[in-house]
């Protein structure tokens, strides 16, 4: 089963979960905005994505402006704000067992299917 870390706000998150839902494939939906990953999820999700925390923030919030833009953190400060801050966590993100895709474009997605 696969499992979306999704926002039904964003267009790219839910152009992911139909090309999910259009394979036929079962999914397990995560609002993370409502249920944030935790920082033990967020580095597991990170070594799923073989990414560092920096790769995956959105830039664009005003939450990174106002408090990050400019900062020199460590890996786990970063870590640290997007579990505080889930609206800095870039998305969707979709994971299969041991494996994770960021869904920009969607169709990474396909290598899941």
Request: charged share 30%; glycine share 4%; hydrophobic share 35%.
């Amino acid at each position: 089963m696969l499992k979306i870390y999704h926002n039904n706000r964003c267009s790219k998150s839910r152009q992911t979960l139909e090309l999910i839902h259009n394979a036929g494939q079962e999914v397990e939906v995560v609002e993370y905005l409502k249920t944030p990953p935790s920082a033990a999820e967020l580095r597991g999700l990170l070594q799923k994505l073989n990414m560092r925390p920096e790769q995956l923030l959105r830039k664009g919030e005003a939450v990174y402006k106002e408090q990050f833009k400019g900062k020199s953190l460590t890996d786990e400060e970063w870590i640290q704000a997007m579990a505080a801050h889930p609206v800095l966590i870039e998305r969707p993100i979709v994971v299969k067992d041991q494996k994770a895709v960021l869904g920009r474009p969607p169709e990474n997605v396909q290598e899941l299917l």
